[in-house]
């Protein structure tokens, strides 16, 4: 059985329906000139993340300062600017960043900082802008000296190469006030707890003013120079193999390319010798596996390989792990339609090569089981998924993820789900983007529900499935070709 949602719209009068029955076309977003500009706390605490805009693409230019030719090239331009408000309460070098390390989609922004002696009003005086980052990536990044007390004004722009499309236009900037890391030296290591609980995260250091002061000899693994290091303590409670990480699949480092050393102690940063090293290990950051003996003091020190680098890329986390069997979470049932699905799980592999499937059937002892999948060995969550057909419309079932390593096999809690024929609602269809119409409706959540336009409602075409926003049950289309008819009809389709 099908199930159908139906809504009409007629573009000639597009904008009387929009007014009349769905409210007013999206506006401008509240920080889109200086007056509305996003206040930055002054003592933030740092590193601070603006609000994210979901899309910039209603943004206008009106009332901009000159960006200048000094920090871009002058035959690129700019579009939909967004505009902060920065008054510091310390003096010092802070970095802000519209990068990796945010919520923002637009592939090419643009950075600038400017005083006024006047607020709003201006004239503006530039003090710094930025275009690509010091790597070449094209989201933009700065780091500038500030005065305390002072107003600055910072506007993000997205570039109009290439310009952002409605699926890419989130913002969000990341103001941080670097600091020499406590954990720069041996001396003010971070201690990693004896016993875990295993896998283990550190905190997360910004290395952007860190020192290789104190630091010891180069590493076997790597005889040219290195660069601003951290330093981490651990003296396990059991024997055992570690598995010790910068990988960016598990833990929140950003550098690109890291180097670390394993030293075992005699004493507090004293008598340090090398029992690991390791250069590249995934892609060019490091991870070591070995074994670790109970008492003893080892010191792990983390390096950036690159004398330069960007603003953005100058975070590290370590993660470590104690190898044992991994560990399953069986999570709901997905894409969900009369006759198939796409069952999940979360699995943890700690630190061993490991392989996951699943179990299901119409009732627990389950009957049927789908291909294995090998999921890695890294020390933190990996998703495993597997589709799965041939099912009757109406029936319950169950099923669970399963994973297997080395070091043990581990089940994951039982799930059900069943397909619904619940007809789904159309709530609105608006302009999105100036152009696009953007369909919600609400409808049974995790289900597949496949969107259908028609011109003059004789035949009717499958344009695409609708997202679901957070597993919440409200879900969203958006046509993008819907300028190309005069009039276009919708309806949804329940498979």
């Not at 000159?66 to 970095?95: D, E, K, M």
């Not at 002072?150 to 913002?171: G, K, M, N, Q, R």
């Not at 055992?240 to 833990?251: A, E, R």
């Not at 409602?457 to 005069?486: M, P, R």
């Amino acid at each position: 059985m099908k199930t159908f949602a139906t809504r009409y719209l007629n573009i000639g009068a597009m904008a009387l329906m929009l007014t009349q029955l769905l409210g007013p076309l999206s506006a401008a977003p509240p920080n889109d000139m200086c007056s509305g500009a996003e206040a930055i706390p002054a003592n933030g605490p740092f590193p601070y993340f603006t609000r994210v805009l979901a899309n910039i693409t209603s943004a206008t230019t009106t009332g901009d300062p000159s960006l200048g030719t000094n920090c871009f090239n002058s035959t690129t331009g700019v579009q939909h600017s967004i505009w902060y408000q920065f008054t510091p309460g310390r003096a010092g070098l802070y970095t802000f960043s519209s990068s990796l390390d945010t919520a923002t989609a637009v592939p090419n922004t643009m950075l600038a900082i400017y005083t006024s002696s006047n607020g709003c009003f201006g004239p503006f005086s530039q003090i710094a802008c930025n275009d690509d980052n010091e790597k070449g990536g094209l989201q933009a990044t700065l780091a500038v000296s500030l005065t305390s007390g002072t107003s600055y004004f910072i506007v993000l722009w997205a570039s109009t190469f290439p310009p952002p499309s409605s699926d890419a236009a989130a913002v969000q900037l990341r103001v941080a006030k670097p600091e020499t890391p406590q954990n720069d030296t041996c001396a003010g290591a971070e201690v990693i707890p004896s016993d875990g609980p295993f896998p283990y995260l550190t905190s997360v250091s910004d290395t952007f003013v860190a020192t290789v002061g104190g630091d010891p000899p180069l590493p076997s693994c790597q005889k040219s120079d290195l660069f601003r290091s951290v330093w981490y303590r651990f003296t396990p409670i059991t024997s055992g193999t570690y598995t010790i990480t910068t990988c960016s699949s598990d833990t929140a480092t950003t550098i690109p390319d890291t180097v670390m050393s394993v030293y075992a102690s005699t004493g507090d940063c004293s008598g340090l010798t090398q029992v690991a090293c390791s250069d590249d290990a995934c892609d060019s950051q490091s991870t070591i596996a070995g074994q670790l003996v109970a008492g003893t003091n080892y010191y792990f020190v983390v390096w950036d390989f690159e004398p330069e680098f960007v603003v953005a890329e100058t975070l590290v986390q370590l993660g470590i792990a104690r190898l044992g069997a991994p560990s399953v979470s069986t999570l709901p049932a997905d894409n969900i339609t009369s006759a198939s699905a796409v069952l999940q799980a979360s699995v943890n592999p700690n630190g061993s090569e490991t392989q996951a499937w699943f179990e299901w059937g119409a009732t627990t002892n389950y009957a049927r089981v789908t291909s294995k999948q090998a999921i890695g060995s890294g020390i933190s969550q990996a998703a495993a998924s597997a589709p799965i057909s041939g099912l009757t419309a109406g029936t319950v079932y169950h099923f669970r993820g399963v994973a297997m390593n080395p070091s043990g096999l581990s089940y994951g809690l039982d799930r059900a789900f069943g397909w619904t024929n619940t007809r789904p609602t159309i709530n609105s269809i608006y302009l999105d983007d100036g152009h696009n119409h953007r369909i919600e409706l609400v409808a049974a959540p995790r289900q597949v529900h496949v969107i259908q336009a028609s011109g003059r409602l004789t035949l009717w075409a499958d344009i695409g499935a609708a997202a679901e926003s957070q597993n919440s049950g409200s879900f969203f289309f958006v046509d993008t070709n819907a300028a190309l008819f005069t009039n276009r009809f919708y309806r949804v389709r329940v498979p």
